[in-house]
C-alpha cells in the first residue's frame, strides 16, 4: 500500500513559479515509478510527468515539456514538481500518482495509487 499527499498548492501570479510536493508512506517507495495528472475543470485528467523508481528516467507530456521538472527525494518518501513561468491555462487540481509500473502512468485508469489532488489557480 502506498498512500500520496500533495502540499504546496495554491493562488499565485502568471509567470511564477511553483513547486509542488508529495510526500508517500509506505516501506516499498522506493520501488515505485512516480508522476503527476492535473485535471482543470470541464476537462479530463492529464498526463503531465513520471519518474521511474531510481529517478535516473524522466518523461514530460509535450505540453508542458520545458517548463515542469520532475524529481524525487527516496530518502524522504518524496516526489516534487517544479512548475516555471505558470499560466492561467495551468490552473487545476493536480494529482500525484504511482505505480509499480511506469507504462502504466501515462495512463489514468491503469494506475495504481492516486493521491487526493491539491488545488493550483494562476491568476493573470
Known amino acids: 500500500q502506498v498512500q500520496l499527499v500533495e502540499s504546496g498548492g495554491g493562488l499565485v501570479q502568471a509567470g511564477d513559479s511553483l513547486r509542488l510536493s508529495c510526500a508517500a508512506s509506505?516501506?516499498?517507495?522506493?520501488?515505485?515509478?512516480m508522476g503527476w495528472f492535473r485535471q482543470a475543470p470541464g476537462k479530463k485528467r492529464e498526463f503531465l510527468t513520471a519518474?521511474?523508481?531510481?529517478?535516473?528516467?524522466?518523461y514530460y507530456a509535450d505540453s508542458v515539456k520545458g517548463r515542469i521538472t520532475i524529481s524525487r527525494d527516496t530518502a524522504k518518501n518524496t516526489v516534487y514538481l517544479q512548475m516555471n513561468s505558470m499560466k492561467s491555462d495551468d490552473t487545476a487540481v493536480y494529482y500525484c500518482v504511482a505505480d509499480q509500473n511506469i507504462g502504466d502512468l501515462s495512463a489514468a485508469s491503469r494506475i495504481d495509487y492516486w493521491g487526493q489532488g491539491i488545488q493550483v489557480t494562476v491568476s493573470s
Open positions: 509506505g516501506r516499498t517507495f522506493s520501488r515505485y515509478a
Open positions: 519518474i521511474n523508481w531510481s529517478g535516473d528516467n524522466t
